[in-house]
Protein backbone atom coordinates (compact mmCIF):
# COMPACT_ATOMS: atom_id res chain seq x y z
CA UNK A 1 0.00 0.00 0.00
CA UNK A 2 1.31 3.51 -1.08
CA UNK A 3 2.78 5.26 1.94
CA UNK A 4 0.54 7.96 2.12
CA UNK A 5 -2.36 6.25 1.52
CA UNK A 6 -1.78 4.19 4.90
CA UNK A 7 -0.71 7.35 7.04
CA UNK A 8 -4.37 8.41 5.56
CA UNK A 9 -5.99 4.86 6.85
CA UNK A 10 -4.33 4.66 9.91
CA UNK A 11 -4.88 8.21 10.91
CA UNK A 12 -9.05 8.45 10.00
CA UNK A 13 -9.90 4.90 10.16
CA UNK A 14 -8.13 3.06 12.45
CA UNK A 15 -10.69 0.69 13.56
CA UNK A 16 -11.05 -0.58 10.24
CA UNK A 17 -7.07 -0.21 9.01
CA UNK A 18 -5.97 -2.38 11.99
CA UNK A 19 -7.19 -5.74 10.66
CA UNK A 20 -5.68 -4.86 7.18
CA UNK A 21 -2.18 -4.39 8.98
CA UNK A 22 -2.44 -7.59 10.97
CA UNK A 23 -2.56 -9.52 8.39
CA UNK A 24 0.32 -8.10 6.03
CA UNK A 25 3.28 -9.89 6.56
CA UNK A 26 5.64 -7.47 6.60
CA UNK A 27 9.12 -7.93 7.37
CA UNK A 28 10.34 -4.93 10.31
CA UNK A 29 13.17 -4.48 7.69
CA UNK A 30 10.76 -3.41 4.78
CA UNK A 31 8.46 -1.50 6.84
CA UNK A 32 11.76 0.32 8.52
CA UNK A 33 12.84 1.30 4.96
CA UNK A 34 9.54 2.08 3.04
CA UNK A 35 7.24 3.24 6.09
CA UNK A 36 9.33 4.54 8.91
CA UNK A 37 12.45 6.22 7.27
CA UNK A 38 10.60 8.15 4.83
CA UNK A 39 8.56 9.45 7.50
CA UNK A 40 11.07 10.07 9.83
CA UNK A 41 13.22 11.99 7.46
CA UNK A 42 10.27 14.30 6.41
CA UNK A 43 10.09 14.96 10.24
CA UNK A 44 14.03 15.47 10.95
CA UNK A 45 13.86 18.11 7.89
CA UNK A 46 10.92 19.74 8.77
CA UNK A 47 12.72 20.37 12.23
CA UNK A 48 15.82 21.19 11.02
CA UNK A 49 14.04 24.05 8.57
CA UNK A 50 11.65 25.32 11.50
CA UNK A 51 14.27 25.22 14.28
CA UNK A 52 17.18 26.90 12.16
CA UNK A 53 16.50 28.09 8.86
CA UNK A 54 13.46 30.01 9.58
CA UNK A 55 14.70 31.47 12.63
CA UNK A 56 17.42 32.87 10.88
CA UNK A 57 15.15 34.65 8.35
CA UNK A 58 12.27 35.41 10.43
CA UNK A 59 12.32 37.66 13.50
CA UNK A 60 11.31 34.72 15.82
CA UNK A 61 14.17 34.75 17.97
CA UNK A 62 18.10 33.72 18.04
CA UNK A 63 19.49 31.47 15.39
CA UNK A 64 20.43 28.69 16.77
CA UNK A 65 23.37 27.16 14.48
CA UNK A 66 23.14 25.33 11.26
CA UNK A 67 25.57 22.90 13.15
CA UNK A 68 22.91 22.39 16.24
CA UNK A 69 20.36 21.87 13.46
CA UNK A 70 22.35 19.33 11.82
CA UNK A 71 22.89 17.36 15.13
CA UNK A 72 19.40 18.28 16.39
CA UNK A 73 18.18 16.80 13.27
CA UNK A 74 20.13 13.34 13.11
CA UNK A 75 19.02 13.03 16.84
CA UNK A 76 15.65 13.06 16.12
CA UNK A 77 15.80 10.75 12.85
CA UNK A 78 17.82 8.12 14.97
CA UNK A 79 15.41 8.39 18.17
CA UNK A 80 12.13 7.95 16.35
CA UNK A 81 13.79 4.67 14.64
CA UNK A 82 15.12 3.79 17.94
CA UNK A 83 12.26 4.18 20.01
CA UNK A 84 9.76 2.54 17.26
CA UNK A 85 12.20 -0.64 17.97
CA UNK A 86 12.62 -0.12 21.69
CA UNK A 87 8.60 0.43 21.74
CA UNK A 88 7.65 -2.76 19.80
CA UNK A 89 10.63 -5.29 22.05
CA UNK A 90 8.34 -3.52 25.03
CA UNK A 91 5.00 -4.27 23.35
CA UNK A 92 6.22 -8.27 22.22
CA UNK A 93 7.58 -9.03 26.05
CA UNK A 94 4.38 -7.67 27.30
CA UNK A 95 2.23 -9.60 25.37
CA UNK A 96 1.81 -12.78 27.62
CA UNK A 97 1.43 -10.86 30.62
CA UNK A 98 -1.90 -9.17 28.47
CA UNK A 99 -3.04 -12.75 27.29
CA UNK A 100 -2.08 -11.38 23.76
CA UNK A 101 0.36 -13.46 21.28
CA UNK A 102 3.96 -12.35 21.20
CA UNK A 103 5.01 -12.25 17.99
CA UNK A 104 8.06 -9.42 17.40
CA UNK A 105 6.77 -8.54 13.52
CA UNK A 106 3.43 -7.83 14.72
CA UNK A 107 4.75 -6.04 17.66
CA UNK A 108 6.61 -4.02 15.44
CA UNK A 109 3.56 -2.62 13.02
CA UNK A 110 1.85 -1.81 16.16
CA UNK A 111 4.52 0.55 17.52
CA UNK A 112 5.58 1.92 13.54
CA UNK A 113 1.64 2.70 12.89
CA UNK A 114 0.91 4.09 16.46
CA UNK A 115 3.94 6.56 15.87
CA UNK A 116 2.41 7.77 12.47
CA UNK A 117 0.62 10.82 14.04
CA UNK A 118 3.40 12.04 16.23
CA UNK A 119 5.90 11.50 13.22
CA UNK A 120 3.47 12.89 10.60
CA UNK A 121 2.48 15.66 13.42
CA UNK A 122 6.20 16.25 13.23
CA UNK A 123 6.15 18.05 10.06
CA UNK A 124 4.37 20.42 11.20
CA UNK A 125 7.18 22.00 13.49
CA UNK A 126 8.81 23.43 9.93
CA UNK A 127 6.21 26.59 11.49
CA UNK A 128 8.29 27.61 14.53
CA UNK A 129 6.43 27.13 18.07
CA UNK A 130 3.10 26.21 16.76
CA UNK A 131 4.77 22.87 15.15
CA UNK A 132 5.68 21.87 18.44
CA UNK A 133 2.29 21.93 19.76
CA UNK A 134 0.52 20.06 16.86
CA UNK A 135 3.38 17.94 17.12
CA UNK A 136 2.71 17.00 20.22
CA UNK A 137 -1.22 16.99 20.21
CA UNK A 138 -0.39 14.40 17.30
CA UNK A 139 1.82 11.91 19.43
CA UNK A 140 -1.29 11.56 21.99
CA UNK A 141 -3.31 10.56 19.16
CA UNK A 142 -0.80 7.84 18.88
CA UNK A 143 -1.59 6.72 22.25
CA UNK A 144 -5.42 5.88 21.24
CA UNK A 145 -4.06 3.91 17.77
CA UNK A 146 -1.71 1.82 20.31
CA UNK A 147 -4.78 1.30 22.56
CA UNK A 148 -6.85 0.37 19.24
CA UNK A 149 -4.30 -1.56 17.64
CA UNK A 150 -2.91 -3.79 20.61
CA UNK A 151 -6.02 -6.07 20.50
CA UNK A 152 -6.09 -6.53 16.77
CA UNK A 153 -2.17 -7.20 16.00
CA UNK A 154 -1.34 -8.71 19.41
CA UNK A 155 -4.74 -10.48 20.09
CA UNK A 156 -5.15 -9.73 23.31
CA UNK A 157 -8.56 -9.13 25.19
CA UNK A 158 -9.87 -5.86 24.55
CA UNK A 159 -10.78 -5.43 28.01
CA UNK A 160 -6.95 -5.63 28.82
CA UNK A 161 -6.10 -3.36 25.80
CA UNK A 162 -6.27 0.06 28.36
CA UNK A 163 -3.84 -1.60 30.76
CA UNK A 164 -2.00 -2.72 28.23
CA UNK A 165 -1.13 0.38 26.82
CA UNK A 166 -1.09 2.35 29.79
CA UNK A 167 2.24 -0.02 30.87
CA UNK A 168 3.57 -0.14 27.36
CA UNK A 169 3.88 3.79 27.56
CA UNK A 170 5.23 3.98 31.06
CA UNK A 171 7.75 1.16 30.29
CA UNK A 172 8.57 3.20 26.94
CA UNK A 173 9.19 6.85 29.13
CA UNK A 174 11.04 4.79 31.39
CA UNK A 175 13.56 3.27 28.56
CA UNK A 176 13.79 6.65 26.98
CA UNK A 177 14.58 8.39 30.04
CA UNK A 178 17.66 6.00 30.72
CA UNK A 179 18.69 6.31 26.86
CA UNK A 180 18.41 10.32 26.99
CA UNK A 181 20.51 10.27 30.02
CA UNK A 182 23.01 7.99 28.49
CA UNK A 183 23.24 9.90 25.84
CA UNK A 184 24.04 13.34 28.24
CA UNK A 185 26.16 11.48 29.93
CA UNK A 186 28.27 10.41 27.11
CA UNK A 187 28.29 13.90 25.75
CA UNK A 188 26.05 13.53 22.36
CA UNK A 189 23.47 15.84 23.73
CA UNK A 190 26.02 18.41 24.34
CA UNK A 191 26.48 19.06 21.06
CA UNK A 192 23.80 20.46 19.79
CA UNK A 193 24.64 23.21 22.69
CA UNK A 194 27.70 23.86 20.02
CA UNK A 195 25.68 26.85 18.71
CA UNK A 196 28.49 28.94 17.98
CA UNK A 197 30.18 26.53 14.91
Do not use: H
Not at 91 to 119: C, E, H, M, R, W
Not at 159 to 183: G, H, P, Q, R
Amino acid sequence: MPLVDRVRNICVSPATEWPVIEQERTEPADLTVSYLVPLALANAAAGFIGGTLLRAVLPLGIFGGFFAGIVGACVSFVMTLLGCLLIAFIINTLAATFDGTPNFNQAFKTSVYSYTPGVVGGIARIVPFLGGFVAIVASFYGLYLLYVGLPVTMRAPKEKAAAYTVLVVVASIVVMVVITTVMSVLGLAGLAGMSQL
